[in-house]
Nanobody
Framework: HVQLVESGGGSVQAGGALRLSCAAS????????MGWFRQAPGKEREGVAA????????RYSDSVQGRFTISKDNKKNTLYLQMDSLKPEDTAMYYC???????????????????WGQGTQVTVS
């Protein structure tokens, strides 16, 4: 079992940047594929970016490709999401998730993950 705590959210103007962090405790981050997901009011939770156990592979949704960068420091048990060129449509609650996945195609599917953080709010105006 792994516990996840997100931080780094906030309010920013369009075109700005934020860096989210997700600290993992319990079993180490190196044991898990991890991802960032977001949910705006009235919308379903969607996968934004995900990374494999070793950090060697990443996936991004089309809406953030080229603007967001996911990374993982297994020694610090921390997941990051660098968000650049933010847009108002990026406004949402952002969640970190972790799971031991072996199928590449499951990385961005919220239903693939059982371990979730509490979320951090990102507001772009």
């Amino acid at each position: 079992h792994v516990q996840l705590v997100e931080s780094g959210g906030g309010s920013v103007q369009a075109g700005g940047a934020l860096r989210l962090s997700c600290a993992a405790s319990g079993y180490g981050a190196s044991r898990y594929c991890m991802g960032w997901f977001r949910q705006a009011p009235g919308k379903e939770r969607e996968g934004v970016a995900a990374i494999t156990m070793t950090g060697g592979g990443t996936r991004y949704s089309d809406s953030v490709q080229g603007r967001f960068t996911i990374s993982k420091d297994n020694k610090k048990n921390t997941l990051y999401l660098q968000m650049d060129s933010l847009k108002p449509e990026d406004t949402a609650m952002y969640y970190c998730a972790a799971e031991r996945l072996t199928n590449w195609y499951l990385l961005l599917k919220p239903t693939s993950y059982k371990n979730w953080g509490q979320g951090t709010q990102v507001t772009v105006s």
